[in-house]
């Protein structure tokens, strides 16, 4: 059953732009976390933020976490081409037993 | 070179037939997961193992298979009982107790 939705389904910036995109959840999480699917290939992590933290730094992707909202942004500053990708999130549950439940993704692309 | 390994990158089969995904890592992990992806949706889980000769029936279980013989291996058969077979196919594997998952490149079934 998928939980978190991602918004937008799709987005088109321009390099050098930032990119925001956000994940809306329905129950209550331990962890949320952040995947990067290039086309064609399988999906790689990119960031876990826990419950009871508010904001996470990475390089240049922040993201924050809103637990009384249910939602969740990624932030990726400076884009470049490279990050041209499906942008997935993640979430578990004190109940699911350790399986992720996945939204559907952003699918964001990077014009030069 | 440690890492998670799915072959073939591309597969055919006529509808009908039985087909068997290769899943191989050598990360030592305990927990493997089956997901399938279909065109603008996420991961939906099809089988998850935590341990050698055991697995679970994720949320579309019905017209796969798995085994789980070897700590490093998890294949999955797609039945002829699978309705509508085609679509990419991810393997991933973490440590157990965790929501950490690491995942492969895929399989791309395409069943005529």
Not at chain 1, 56 to 83: F, N, W
Request: proline share 4%; charged share 20%; aromatic share 10%.
């Amino acid at each position: 059953s998928q939980q978190g939705e991602e918004d937008p389904q799709a987005l088109s910036i321009q390099e050098g732009e930032n990119a925001t995109m956000n994940c809306s959840y329905k129950t209550s999480i331990n962890n949320l976390q952040w995947y990067r699917q290039n086309s064609g290939r399988g999906l790689v992590h990119l960031i876990l933020i826990r419950s009871n933290e508010r904001e996470k730094h990475s390089g240049r992707l922040r993201v924050t976490l809103d637990t009384s909202k249910k939602s969740s942004s990624l932030l990726i500053t400076a884009s470049r081409a490279a990050d041209t990708a499906s942008y997935f999130c993640a979430t578990d549950g004190s109940d699911s037993n350790y399986q992720l439940i996945w939204g559907a993704g952003t699918k964001l692309i990077i014009k030069p | 070179d440690g890492g998670i390994t799915q072959s073939p990158k591309y597969l055919f089969r006529k509808e009908g037939q039985n087909v068997t995904l290769s899943c191989e890592q050598n990360l030592n992990h305990d927990a493997m997961y089956w997901y399938r992806q279909d065109p603008g949706q996420g991961l939906r889980l099809i089988y998850y193992s935590q341990i050698v000769n055991d697995f679970q029936k994720g949320d579309i279980a019905e017209g796969y298979s798995v085994s789980r013989e070897k700590k490093e291996s998890f294949p999955l058969t797609v039945t002829s009982a699978q309705k509508n077979p085609t679509a990419f196919y991810l393997c991933a594997s973490g440590p157990v107790g965790t929501y950490e998952q690491y995942f492969g490149p895929g399989t791309r079934l395409t069943v005529t």
